[in-house]
């Protein structure tokens, strides 16, 4: 799925791929890094950082990756849609909810120095993102100005080490939740479907995102942006926030976008918040689940074409000593041999149920976020 | 501010109430990314601009083959030193979305771009020592998170600084400053005024020029005007470029001498005393 | 990627050396240029200038589309340059290399940035029809100073240039064909042209007009486009060995002086074709000569 150019071949030497492998299969895995399994590193997070966007963040990742991450909000006409159509269109939306939004008001690029804009690995990140952040329609919803007009949100992303030390996309997730949160669009002046007007006054701006303290009787508190979460799995072991040398002997790797449902809190829950356990009021969701193939998957350097699967047919002649082959193919301690086949379908439900489930790594994460200062 | 404003005597405050000879707030920091060889980040006024450098390291060309990036030895015709017995100078600028004021995004091949890579690169080569790492590259990257003016100008100082934090040996620092005329092309006003430092809005109005010089000297390494001026304004505007240049200079001194106090203070630094030594002077 | 053949380094210090002693290899002056020649084609906009063995080919073409709508009143001038095989093995095709890209760059600050051409007269219905002016220039030859002689060529091809005639009656656009009326010039409001300085040594070294071998041994170079009214269009110092502030406002007052030579010569190139063009005196109040 997600190309291999973000994640470079790392030199380890199969010895130490095996090493690694086996330290990871073991109940509790033990990490390079000596963390626990469901531990995350630790990172640091500033937003705010440019006066000319409505909203951005930086956030720099303990093995040094950064990224920053630009909206830029601009108003847009809709698109005129055919007459007698349009009529329709738009009284079958009045009926139960005249606020709607389109994908394409949303438009989201990675850029990564040294690699070219097209790169597909800087777009395949890009649609992940957009993916998990237009899952559940609700986005969108909030760029609707009247039904003629319609914010439309650029959302560019930089990293600034080049090449990332990690797979990028947790980092630019976490990057454009904070971004999102930041993000403030002009208060609307004009009414209905005038052309719109806004006021100039800046503090009088409204945040995409609205605070809960500020306004606590719109139906969008607790709304937050989506977050993106690296799962991957060894042998049985599920392991969250994985380094690049963790990656490396991965059997799966899964992407899972999480975003808090768009309900309205309890009076219950209100004021546990107050009591200081919001983990209570989250009501997570699952948005989107994409695999990621490790670079575990990749044929790594050196494997002779005959044993191959990838270069079948254009290899040279098998090999004809069966000694060699299965050299190759069979199992042998402390060597260290790429996965092969798919993973077990149980395994992939424990990871999405490990960033679900109450008290998981999703609250935790969103827990970690809400104590980034939002300026 | 070491120069004399008395002697031209001006009433006249500009835009953002600076006055002719004032730079804007300049806020620099090196060391801003603990994974890179050399960091850096610049602010002059509301230019924001990151510097990365990799290298010197020999891993070569390769990775960023696809990319456009800016090699200054060798290839170039400018300089005398040939691929093999000096290091590589690549440059990569990034324009983010959100720089400008309108959303623009801008291709990396787009010429304006390559010609600021070309420029980096071909100025740093003549700076830095690259005949010390042989078969080696250096290569940049600038990330421009916000631009009001003085763009090149600020790459430039952004660019010295990361270098200086990544420990490449130069000559000198390598500044520079913007320089505009207080009189547009067409009148023939003698007693135009040259200004320094320029922000967006005075780039769209007025004529301007960007002078790299190394050090505080008046060796001009990058001279670029892009609008029409009279002959006779150049002196006046590169003087008063050069003397910004000199201020730069000072600033971006300090803020390389601030953080090596500050590890040694830390005990960052392992071989301390002489170090020290060094710092204190 | 093809390269230039490095020069050898008994040439380098040779070359050097003499330009420490105040020689040049082809016996030049340092602020002398090659012999320049200018010829046009027998079509409106055709150039074909030689400078040594430098030679360039200029075409302007002119046709009438939709003006961008961002620039509902100006019409569209581009400028595009092809550095092919056939000037020098270093060039290949459809692959710009960083000469290619200055060159374009400079051409287009020089001529198309300082308004030499005003673009709102290309204007025919706003928003809907304009002029646009394509230049093509091509490098048949390249042995050196591509920049000063391109730009030459370019400001005499658009000189030496005329658009079909049109009227507009009701709306409706007429173009004439040549023989129906005759075609007129752009109005053409400067000539801009450029010296590029080259610098050896320490910078102390400044010669006019570099050759092939002299461009590849230069510390550093400096291009100033001025028009012969004095006004700077453009200068590119980018990097290279620093020079002496000093020089560089000499090299300025120099490259005026220069430019003015170039702005006679053009003058007089296009009197003499107009003269040739106009052998029965039908036309003898279209001259070629612009007032500016």
């Known amino acids: 799925m997600a190309s291999a150019t973000t994640q470079q071949h790392l030199l380890l030497s199969p010895a130490e791929l095996a090493y690694l492998h086996s330290s990871l299969s073991l109940t509790p895995p033990v990490r390079p890094d000596g963390r626990t399994a469901t531990q995350f590193r630790p990172l640091t997070a500033e937003t705010g950082v440019l006066p000319a966007a409505n909203g951005s963040a930086r956030v720099c990742f303990a093995d040094g990756t950064e990224a920053v991450v630009g909206v830029k909000a601009e108003v847009e006409k809709r698109k005129v849609l055919p007459l007698s159509k349009g009529h329709e269109q738009i009284r079958e939306s009045d009926g139960d909810d005249a606020v709607a939004g389109e994908n394409d008001w949303v438009e989201i690029t990675v850029e990564i120095p040294g690699y070219r804009d097209d790169d597909s690995s800087t777009v395949f990140l890009a649609t992940m993102l957009s993916e998990a952040l237009l899952a559940d329609g609700e986005f969108t919803k909030k760029l609707w100005i009247n039904r003629r007009f319609h914010w439309k949100l650029y959302i560019d992303q930089i990293i600034l080490i080049s090449p990332p030390l990690s797979y990028p996309l947790p980092l630019l997730s976490l990057t454009t939740h904070l971004a999102l949160l930041s993000t403030r669009l002009p208060r609307l002046k004009s009414e209905a479907d005038e052309d719109p007007m806004f006021d100039d006054d800046w503090d009088a701006s409204r945040f995409i995102y609205p605070r809960q303290s500020s306004d606590t009787t719109s139906a969008t508190v607790g709304s937050r942006p989506p977050v993106t979460l690296l799962v991957m799995a060894v042998g049985d072991n599920i392991i969250f926030d994985p380094s690049k040398e963790e990656l490396a002997v991965a059997d799966s790797a899964l992407a899972v976008s999480v975003g808090e449902r768009n309900a309205p809190v309890d009076e219950a829950s209100e004021t546990m918040d107050v009591d200081g356990e919001p983990q209570a009021g989250r009501q997570l969701r699952l948005l989107s689940v994409r695999t990621i193939d490790p670079p575990s998957r990749l044929t790594a350097p050196g494997v002779p074409n005959a044993v191959n699967a990838a270069a079948w047919g254009q290899g040279g002649p098998v090999a004809k000593d069966p000694g060699a082959r299965a050299a190759e193919i069979d199992d042998v301690e402390g060597v260290w041999k790429a996965p092969r086949g798919g993973t077990k379908v149980a395994i992939l439900g424990a990871m999405v149920q490990k960033v679900l489930e109450k008290g998981g790594i999703a609250e935790e994460v969103l827990d970690g976020l809400d104590a980034v200062d939002l300026g | ?281 | 990627m093809p390269r230039e053949a490095e020069p050898s380094l008994n040439e380098r210090a040779f070359v050097v050396q003499a330009l420490q002693e105040g020689l040049r290899v082809d016996g030049r002056a340092f602020d002398q240029y090659r012999q320049l020649e200018l010829k046009f084609g027998e079509q409106y906009g055709v150039a074909d200038v030689t400078l040594g063995k430098t030679r360039i080919l200029v075409k302007v073409s002119a046709e009438v589309t939709t003006p961008y709508t961002d620039r509902p009143f100006d019409g569209i001038f581009t400028i595009t340059t092809e550095l092919s095989p056939m000037a020098s093995p270093a060039f290949e095709v459809n692959r710009p290399t960083e000469t290619e890209v200055l060159l374009s760059r400079l051409l287009e600050k020089t001529v198309r940035r300082s308004n030499a051409l005003d673009t709102e007269s290309l204007c025919l219905v706003a928003g809907q029809k304009c002029w646009s002016i394509r230049v093509d220039l091509h490098v048949l030859s390249h042995d050196g100073n591509l920049i000063d002689v391109s730009c030459f060529a370019v400001v005499a091809a658009l000189r030496h240039f005329r658009k079909p005639d049109t009227s507009i009656e009701g709306g409706h656009l007429t173009v004439y064909t040549p023989a129906e009326r005759e075609p007129v010039p752009l109005s053409w409001l400067h000539s801009p042209f450029c010296v590029t300085f080259s610098f050896y040594g320490e910078g102390e070294i400044t010669i006019l007009d570099a050759n092939l071998l002299e461009e590849q041994l230069r510390v550093s170079s400096c291009t100033i486009s001025l028009n012969r009214h004095g006004e700077i269009c453009q200068i590119a110092k980018l990097g290279g060995t620093p020079v002496e502030a000093a020089t560089l406002l000499q090299c300025a007052s120099v490259a005026l002086n220069k430019v003015k030579e170039f702005s006679t010569l053009l003058d007089q190139k296009l009197a003499e074709d107009a003269k040739r063009r106009n052998k029965g005196g039908l036309l003898a109040e279209l001259s070629a000569e612009n007032e500016r």
């Open chain 2, 1 to 281: 501010m070491p120069l004399d404003t008395s002697t031209y005597n001006l009433a006249l405050l500009r835009i953002d109430g600076r006055r002719w000879n004032e730079l804007r707030q300049l806020r620099g920091q090196i060391r801003t990314q603990a994974a890179a060889d050399g960091s850096s980040y610049l602010e002059m006024g509301n230019t924001k601009i990151m510097c990365v450098v990799t290298g010197p390291s020999e891993e070569g060309k390769r990775r960023n083959q696809g990319a456009s990036s800016a090699s200054a030895a060798g290839s170039g015709s400018s300089t005398s030193a040939s691929a093999t017995n000096a290091a590589d100078i690549l440059v990569s600028v990034v324009v983010g979305g959100f720089s400008t004021v309108d959303r623009k995004k801008r291709a990396r091949s787009d010429k304006r771009i390559q010609e600021l890579q070309a420029t980096l690169a071909k100025s740093l080569a003549a700076v830095l020592h690259t005949h010390l790492f042989p078969r080696s590259t250096i290569s940049l990257s600038l990330h421009i998170l916000s631009q009001d003016g003085s763009l090149l100008a600020c790459m430039i100082n952004a660019a010295t600084l990361a270098l200086v934090d990544a420990g490449v040996p130069m000559t000198d620092y390598l500044v520079a400053c913007s320089a505009g005329s207080t009189s547009s092309h067409s009148a023939a006003d003698e007693r135009a005024d040259p200004l320094i430092d320029l922000n967006n809005q005075e780039e769209q109005e007025l004529p301007f020029l960007t002078v790299g010089t190394l050090g505080a000297s008046d060796k001009v390494v990058v001279l670029v005007c892009e609008s029409r001026v009279q002959v006779s304004r150049l002196e006046g505007m590169m003087v008063a470029a050069a003397d910004g240049c000199v201020n730069i200079r000072a600033y971006l001194d300090s803020v390389v001498r601030e953080k090596g106090h500050r590890m040694v203070a830390e005990g960052a630094v392992e071989k301390g005393a002489s170090m020290a030594m060094d710092i204190d002077v």
